[in-house]
């Protein structure tokens, strides 16, 4: 069954000149050959080291993390795949990059259900490229509070 989303277009989950930056991309472009859920997960293992939007220094284009979870929501994904990237073992990168995709995507009803019982948790990664530590549950409450990255996440109502 298919994540409940908020019924947005994927081209406007993202703020605009990110969402253009993604998609002309010659990254992004090379992940058209990724099929599969599971080609995307050993993607995100082995080629993203922070989930900033961005990268960085001069080459300022939209980072390997954010091209990946704009494929991610090319591919509509299920309850099932949802929770094998929340709980994945062996990557933060990939449990940080489900719960973007959550915040941007799923319908905000649902987001409590999804994050809560991560708020807690206490994994230590560094989610910007300046390896600054954080745990997982901080980075969670950043996103539900939309205090990460300045970005234009659609509203949240917990009612």
């Excluded at 090379?30 to 993607?43: A, F, G, P, R, S």
């Excluded at 987001?111 to 390896?131: A, K, M, Q, R």
């Amino acid at each position: 069954m298919e994540i409940q989303t908020s019924g947005r277009p994927i081209e406007v989950l993202m703020e605009k000149v990110l969402s253009m930056n993604i998609t002309s991309s010659d990254y992004f472009k090379e992940l058209y050959k990724i099929k599969t859920y599971h080609e995307v997960i050993d993607e995100i293992y082995h080629q993203v080291d922070h989930v900033e939007p961005w990268m960085t220094g001069n080459c300022r284009g939209p980072s390997t993390a954010f091209c990946l979870l704009y494929k991610l929501f090319t591919m509509k994904l299920t309850m099932n795949q949802m929770h094998g990237l929340l709980k994945h073992p062996d990557s933060p990168y990939i449990r940080a990059i489900g719960f973007l995709y959550l915040r941007y995507a799923a319908n905000p009803k649902t987001l409590w259900t999804w994050y809560e019982p991560y708020i807690e948790d206490d994994e230590e990664f560094s989610p910007g490229s300046n390896g600054k530590m954080t745990t997982m549950g901080v980075y969670v409450r950043d996103v539900i509070l939309g205090q990460v990255y300045l970005l234009n996440f659609a509203p949240i109502s917990f009612i």
